[in-house]
């Protein structure tokens, strides 16, 4: 890759894709972040007004750059618009796609986001591109979604006692820019993870300590954590929710992946990292 490369960074507003801006730029690049709003650009980097469910947008967008990073908002059409991503950065003659996938992506997963994942996966390989896969766990910043409860002293899932080796979408962004910008990853699938599985009950312990308030979790039944969510969500959203946290409660997102300090080079964010740097969003209302 060249010394300066354009990357197109979709999902530029989002979790990730906001801290991939910054990464990117530390690492030299040149960046275009793809955006729907014109009112409300990126400060400091090149913007394109796209939209994954106008092609032409999207081929627009992709002109003139070295590289992209695939983002979608989860959706129903998630796996329709990402591949609809990839044909357009084929048919652009694009040397490199990052994509960003999920833990344990896998066609016949019972968990709907995980198929949505693998079926894209599924069409990169297919089609031939240049391409990384990124599979990252369970985001901590999701517990940014908590903090209304977490203002009252506690947060429920459907997970029991279940470790998961959750992980800083912080990381994940410098991760993906490490990718993005260097060479040698083209076919790998690199799953990322925290530096440790930890329960949920581990995570009220270290947001407690960081805020130096008391925050219990507590585990709360599929049928509970639904109703909790109905009216809020949409029903194809809080199903998919209760099928990952089944997953999660199975034990089945524990394992520790080493990519993050095999590619960045220093350890990944621990929770209690995480709580530390967020304190400040899981104060009392
Ligand atoms: N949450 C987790 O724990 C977790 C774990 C692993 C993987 N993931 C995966 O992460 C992905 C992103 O999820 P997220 O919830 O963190 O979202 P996010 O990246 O924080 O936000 C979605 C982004 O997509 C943009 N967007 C929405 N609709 C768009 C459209 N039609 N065209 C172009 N851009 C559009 C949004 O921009 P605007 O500002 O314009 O709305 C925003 O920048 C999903 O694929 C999910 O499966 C999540």
Redesign the pocket.
């Given at each position: 890759m060249m010394n300066s490369p354009t990357v197109l960074v979709?999902?530029?507003?989002?979790?990730?894709?906001?801290d991939l801006i910054s990464a990117l730029q530390a690492r030299g690049a040149t960046v275009r972040a793809?955006?729907?709003?014109p009112d409300?650009p990126v400060p400091g980097v090149q913007n394109v007004v796209?939209?994954?469910?106008d092609r032409a947008s999207v081929t627009a967008a992709l002109k003139d750059v070295d590289a992209a990073f695939l983002?979608?908002?989860?959706?129903p059409d998630?796996a329709a618009?990402q591949i609809q991503f990839a044909d357009a950065a084929r048919d652009a003659g694009l040397n490199r796609l990052v994509l960003?996938?999920?833990?344990a992506a896998r066609a016949d997963s019972p968990v709907r986001?995980l198929r949505?994942?693998a079926e894209v996966e599924a069409h990169l390989q297919r089609i031939g591109l240049d391409h990384t896969v990124l599979?990252?766990?369970?985001?901590l910043?999701?517990l940014l979604g908590f903090a209304g409860t977490i203002a009252q002293g506690w947060f429920g899932a459907p997970i029991g006692d279940a470790a998961v080796s959750?992980i800083d979408?912080r990381d994940i962004a410098e991760t993906a820019a490490v990718v993005l910008t260097g060479t040698g990853h083209t076919g790998q699938i690199y799953t990322l993870t925290g530096p440790r599985a930890v329960t949920h009950g581990q995570i009220a312990e270290a947001l407690s300590a960081a805020t130096g308030r008391d925050i219990a979790f507590r585990g709360v039944p599929a049928d509970q954590f639904t109703a909790a969510l109905t009216g809020v969500l949409p029903p194809w959203q809080i199903d998919g929710l209760v099928e990952?946290y089944a997953h999660y409660a199975g034990g089945e997102a524990a394992e520790v992946h080493t990519s993050v300090p095999d590619l960045t080079g220093r350890p990944a964010r621990d929770i209690t990292d995480f709580a530390r740097d967020f304190a400040p969003a899981f104060g009392p209302a």
């Open positions: 979709t999902g530029a507003t989002g979790t990730v894709g906001s793809m955006i729907r709003n409300r796209a939209d994954l469910r983002n979608s908002p989860s959706a998630a618009l960003l996938s999920q833990y986001f949505w994942h599979r990252p766990n369970l985001y910043q999701a959750a979408t990952d």
